[in-house]
Structure formats: C-alpha cells, structure tokens
C-alpha cells in the first residue's frame, strides 16, 4: 500500500518539517512556501498538507488563513501543537560578537525582536523558512547565523551558539493537515472552523453572529476578522468554535448562521490537541442537564 503524500514548508529542518514527523505512516514532501503546501492539495499533487497557522506569541500565519479563506476549498482534519524553541545557528567556531548578518522565516524572526536588538552589529534578512536560513548559512563562508531549530542545526553542521533566544517562554506553534474534502469523524475532543461572510456591514451584525453561538452555550475559541481584498472596510469573520458538525447542537447553529449570512465557508471539525475542549462540553453538558430537570420539574406543575 502507498503511503500517504504530505506536503509541508520545507527545505528538510524547518519547524513544519518536525511537525510533520509526527504523522505516522506518511510520505513527506517539502515545499518551497505556505502556498505550494496548499496548491498541491488542491490540485492532487498531494494527498495532504501541514500547514503552520497559529503561533503563540505572533498570533494568526497569514498566508495560511487566507488560503483556506480565499483561494482554495480545503478542509482541516487535525491539528497538531508544536512547542518552538529558537537558536542562532552558526557554522562551528563562530562567535555571537562575529556574526555580521542574521537570518530566518518573517514569523522566526519576529518572535526574536529583543534577542536581535541585543545584535544591533548584525545585519537582519528574510528567508523563505528556518531551514532554507540554515542552509544558506552552513554554505557561506561570511560569519553569518540562522535563527532556527535545533534538527535544522544538525542536518547543516551547524552550532548552537546562542541557545532558546525567543522573547517569550511557552511559545508554541500549530499546525493543521488538510485535505481536499473528507471531514473527519467526531472525537468528543473536537474543534470546528468557519468563515462568516456579510452581505452588508450592519450595526449589530457580528453581534447577531455571536448571538448564535451564545443562545446553544457553545464556547468560542478564537474570533478574528480578515479584509475580504474587495475594499477598504470590508471584513469577514474567521471564527473557531468547540464542537464538531456531526453534533446537532453544531448543526443547528452552522443552519441558522447560513440562513441569516451572505455566506459560510466551512473549514473543518477536527481534533483538538489537549483537554480543554473535552472539559468545556462536560462542563456545558451538565448544565444544560441541569437546565432540563428544572424545566421538567415546572411543566410537571402545570394544571391539567
């Protein structure tokens, strides 16, 4: 049997490539952006992507959410969280104090911003991931660094000369795989993505929209907007939400956000990594339990 092609933001070290190692059971294929990743599972190149869609201290990888929100119909089938510890990688015998040009991926960078301006004698450039920093500094004979991953360090015969330089400990990064249409089945750990498109901007709307998820006690995740590119002050709602499309509760909600919207994308209901979401249900379910045994007990004293 053929293994399963999944693509992700290569070359080989970056932080998608260690996300992507812990899929079991698949072939991976590294490529050059965000952009190809989701490219090729559309058009069938590959059978999945990791992609890297949220980090912990720069919050929401652009080019990700916009390709899911405007240029390709896929669907998220899980998530997987990375924990992100940066280094500056150096070839060996490279000092701090020597380095004369710094680079990495845009969002490595930006989660260092304290560390480099400790190097104000270094000058900083943009690469197209970690990785590609790496191996553009393991094949330069300048005193150059990399800010990047332990495993890009090791696959370049390259050192850690400055371990775990990110301005904000607990950093992590997650990632989601997607496909090009199959929903994954329910968990009872689960998340369900969606974009909510306006047909007008209307005082009250996302109020309307919020409304929907607060009358059925379903917890929120993460609401964020994003320009819909067709003019200034035109924004549509990226909303993640606990709860899987196979629930009815889910359903219902998702029905009555699509009959009152211009419309909604749907992105996925998929498992989430970690016990908040399975605690949260429980948390809801006993007290809709609740609800429903006082209800019973009021109608029971209705006369007859």
Request: glycine share 10%; net charge negative; hydrophobic share 40%.
């Amino acid at each position: 049997m053929s293994l399963a092609r999944v693509g992700y933001l290569g070359p080989e070290g970056s932080f998608s490539h260690e996300a992507v190692t812990t899929l079991e059971n698949v072939q991976t294929v590294a490529c050059v952006s965000i952009a190809d990743v989701l490219a090729g599972v559309a058009d069938g190149s590959l059978d999945s992507g990791l992609v890297p869609i949220e980090n912990a201290i720069e919050g929401t990888v652009s080019a990700t959410i916009d390709g899911l929100v405007f240029d390709y119909d896929l669907v998220i089938e899980r998530e997987v969280v990375l924990p992100i510890h940066m280094h500056l990688l150096a070839r060996p015998g490279v000092r701090p104090e020597d380095v004369t040009h710094v680079s990495s991926y845009v969002h490595a960078l930006a989660q260092v911003r304290g560390f480099l301006a400790g190097m104000s004698h270094a000058q900083v450039e943009q690469t197209t991931s970690t990785s590609q920093a790496a191996r553009e500094v393991a094949t330069s004979h300048e005193p150059r660094a990399a800010v990047g991953s332990a495993l890009a360090g090791s696959l370049f015969g390259l050192e850690i000369i400055v371990a775990d330089i990110a301005d904000h400990p607990g950093n992590a990064t997650r990632f989601v795989e997607v496909g090009r249409g199959s929903i994954t089945a329910p968990t009872g750990n689960d998340r369900t993505s969606i974009v909510c498109f306006q047909d007008a901007d209307r005082p009250g709307s996302l109020y309307g929209i919020l409304g929907s998820f607060a009358a059925r006690d379903i917890n929120l995740t993460k609401l964020e907007s994003r320009p819909t590119k067709r003019g200034l002050g035109e924004y549509c709602f990226v909303i993640e939400f606990d709860g899987h499309l196979g629930d009815d509760i889910v359903a219902d909600c998702l029905a009555d956000l699509q009959a009152h919207l211009a419309r909604v994308k749907f992105l996925g209901s998929y498992p989430v990594s970690g016990d908040e979401a399975t605690a949260r249900r429980a948390e809801v379910g006993e007290a809709r339990s609740k609800a429903a045994e006082w209800i019973v007990e009021l109608r029971a004293r209705i006369r007859r």
